[in-house]
T-cell receptor, first 113, second 110 residues
């Protein structure tokens, strides 16, 4: 699992509530990513970070925010959860440079009722 | 049209057969090519990683890239039931800027 821990592993929440997912890495990698995986859509990038306090949007960032106050932690927040955000969320990390591939955590399964 | 297309399967083969998987991509700027394996309720695990056209072999796995046709293949020789998983192709302009295919589910029957 490349030293990546995601928490919680499962969560059920109600529409309209805020939700925060956590990714913790022990590899000291510079880059961290949040993806969501849905049937028919594959893995889609939500947000990524290229350093402490440095983040940028991916292709499906609406309704999500992120924060990275320490190298090892990357938080994904759903400000007001909707049913369309029911998904499996994966955190990934990579080293610096274009030759560094992504390594993934084991995911958080989120259900919004 | 998606940037990376992959047949969702399922692809069912008998144990010991060769598994053949493929993807097509549309962006000629993509130059990094990867295959990930994903078991149920687990994260994707990097299997193969190549930068150039041609073949790369690692044990029972062979990855092929044909940049002229924008075609990526993965072959698994002597398939085992433990190879039953979803296989994701990924490509991009950098190893950490990837576009993923939707995955092909593979079932290897004993």
């Amino acid at each position: 699992d490349a030293g990546i821990t995601q928490s919680p592993r499962h969560k059920v929440t109600e529409t309209g509530t805020p939700v925060t997912l956590r990714c913790h890495q022990t590899e000291n990698h510079r880059y961290m990513y949040w993806y969501r995986q849905d049937p028919g859509h594959g893995l889609r990038l939500i947000h990524y970070s290229y350093g402490v306090k440095d983040t940028d949007k991916g292709e499906v960032s609406d309704g999500y925010s992120v924060s990275r106050s320490k190298t090892e932690d990357f938080l994904l927040t759903l400000e007001s959860a909707t049913s369309s955000q029911t998904s499996v969320y994966f955190c990934a990390i990579s080293g610096q440079g274009e030759y560094s591939p992504l390594h993934f955590g084991n995911g958080t399964r989120l259900t919004v009722t | 049209q998606k940037e990376v297309e992959q047949d969702p399967g399922p692809l069912s083969v008998p144990e010991g057969a060769i598994v053949s998987l493929n993807c097509t991509y549309s962006n000629s700027a993509f130059q990094y090519f990867m295959w990930y394996r994903q078991y149920s309720r687990k994260g994707p695990e990097l299997l193969m990683y190549t930068y150039s056209s041609g073949n790369k072999e690692d044990g029972r796995f062979t990855a092929q890239v044909d940049k002229s046709s924008k075609y990526i293949s993965l072959f698994i020789r002597d398939s085992q039931p433990s190879d039953s998983a979803t296989y994701l192709c990924a490509t991009g302009a950098a190893g950490n800027k990837l576009t993923f295919g939707g995955g092909t589910r593979v079932l290897v029957k004993p």
